[in-house]
């Protein structure tokens, strides 16, 4: 049919050759815009997620090429060149869309990810699920792109025929070769099995509280190496990814993101533990932070000078429970301060009259003695 339409119009053939080609790449772009304007159009009032704005965002890039380079391999066939050009051109098309295709399946994951981290959202208060899902689900997505970028490198060097008779000839030495890569690269296979053993065993995961190093933060990312970990103060904490395989460390959301807190108080013998306890049961009575499950006033060792007593108090997340025990800490020491100022800390001495002394400091100067032991004028 196209050879018939250059019959009727009698074109030179370079110049058949250009609008055949040029028309090719125009009709899949209208063909991309039109597809792009038909679908922003049923997203058009949509604030919140949507699949359709997911797949515009990670895949509008590669379907550029792809639809363009689709219609301009259908009409190669179709041009009048010599055999050099034809396959010059014919083998430029293959790796375009080689390279097009493996960065729209690259895309297709983003677009899952997106889809799995809007059904389970990470923002719940009880996000235990959530953040297992998560965990995994980075994983999978990077090495699911990497795998892809590999496999998309591999299809582009075997659409050559030199390199697939170099990559039969490296074949014959793979395993000596392979003896050499296993030694340079075990630290990093460590790192892999590392991170393929907690995407799935998963003593850590996304958004997980941990005490690593002496330090309180919470999980950030975990990448095939390494993982961060954001320090209350803002500051990041980046651990290699065996690490968590290797040594012990401190997860407070483990099994859920509800947890215990302590305040601790160091009074005198004489404090009220009564009157703590009714204290403590007003302050949490309308508390926003507790979450009603464990209160308790308990003395929990005896000094010589002071008794430690605990306060213990329960909330849904570790940053409450951290706030809420600043609260009770302050709150008890003010009801303490104002009612029963007594029972603070407090040093206790014991004078003992000797045989020589008196208590009263005028009978004392009048007896000729110094009742502060001070030296003698002459």
């Known amino acids: 049919?196209?050879?018939?339409?250059?019959?009727?119009?009698?074109?030179?053939?370079?110049?058949?050759?250009?609008?055949?080609?040029?028309?090719?790449?125009?009709?899949?772009?209208?063909?991309?815009?039109?597809?792009?304007?038909?679908?922003r159009l049923t997203t058009k009032n949509n604030t919140s997620y949507s699949l359709i704005t997911?797949?515009?965002?990670?895949?509008?890039?590669?379907?550029?090429?792809?639809?363009?380079?689709l219609v301009f391999n259908i009409v190669l066939p179709f041009m009048e060149?010599?055999?050099?050009?034809?396959?010059?051109?014919?083998?430029?098309?293959?790796?375009?869309?080689?390279?097009?295709?493996?960065?729209?399946?690259?895309?297709?994951?983003?677009?899952?990810?997106?889809?799995?981290?809007?059904?389970?959202d990470l923002s719940k208060e009880d996000n235990l699920r959530?953040?297992?899902?998560?965990?995994?689900?980075?994983?999978?997505?990077?090495?699911?792109?990497?795998?892809?970028?590999?496999?998309?490198?591999?299809?582009?060097?075997?659409?050559?025929?030199?390199?697939?008779?170099?990559?039969?000839g490296l074949l014959t030495g793979v395993g000596v070769s392979g003896i050499i890569i296993g030694f340079a690269a075990q630290r990093s296979l460590s790192n892999f099995l590392a991170g393929m053993q907690?995407?799935?065993?998963?003593p850590i995961r996304i958004d997980d509280v941990l005490v690593v190093e002496g330090e309180w933060g919470r999980v950030e990312e975990i990448t095939l190496t390494y993982?961060?970990?954001?320090?209350?103060?803002?500051?990041?904490?980046?651990?290699?990814?065996?690490?968590?395989?290797?040594?012990?460390?401190?997860?407070?959301?483990?099994?859920?993101?509800?947890?215990?807190?302590?305040?601790?108080?160091?009074?005198?013998?004489?404090?009220?533990?009564?009157?703590?306890?009714?204290e403590l049961?007003?302050?949490?009575?309308t508390h926003p932070l507790w979450d009603r499950r464990v209160k308790a006033v308990q003395v929990t060792d005896i000094r010589e000078r002071v008794v430690e007593i605990r306060f213990l108090v329960s909330a849904n997340s570790s940053g409450k429970a951290f706030d809420l025990r600043c609260d009770v800490r302050e709150k008890m020491l003010v009801f303490l301060r104002d009612n029963h100022p007594y029972c603070l800390p407090k040093t206790r001495a014991v004078l003992e009259e000797s045989a020589n002394k008196t208590n009263d400091p005028n009978q004392a100067n009048d007896a000729g003695i110094n009742p502060f032991n001070l030296p003698s004028r002459s």
Request: aromatic fraction near 12%.
């Open 227 to 278: 993982v961060v970990l954001g320090i209350w103060d803002l500051r990041k904490l980046i651990l290699p990814i065996n690490y968590f395989i290797e040594k012990p460390f401190q997860n407070w959301t483990r099994t859920g993101s509800a947890i215990l807190g302590t305040a601790f108080l160091y009074l005198d013998h004489t404090a009220p533990f009564d009157a703590m306890r009714e």
């Open 198 to 202: 907690i995407a799935f065993t998963q």
């Open 81 to 120: 060149l010599s055999r050099k050009p034809m396959n010059f051109l014919s083998k430029t098309a293959e790796i375009g869309l080689i390279l097009s295709f493996g960065f729209a399946l690259a895309g297709l994951v983003k677009v899952f990810e997106d889809y799995m981290y809007h059904s389970y």
């Open 1 to 39: 049919m196209l050879e018939d339409l250059q019959n009727h119009l009698n074109m030179p053939i370079f110049l058949w050759n250009i609008l055949l080609g040029a028309s090719a790449l125009i009709t899949g772009l209208i063909i991309k815009y039109l597809i792009a304007f038909i679908l």
């Open 130 to 168: 959530e953040r297992k899902l998560r965990t995994q689900l980075q994983f999978v997505r990077k090495f699911a792109i990497s795998t892809i970028l590999v496999l998309t490198l591999c299809a582009v060097l075997l659409s050559f025929d030199s390199l697939r008779k170099i990559g039969a």
């Open 281 to 285: 049961d007003r302050i949490l009575k």
């Open 54 to 69: 997911s797949i515009l965002k990670h895949l509008g890039l590669a379907v550029n090429y792809l639809l363009p380079l």
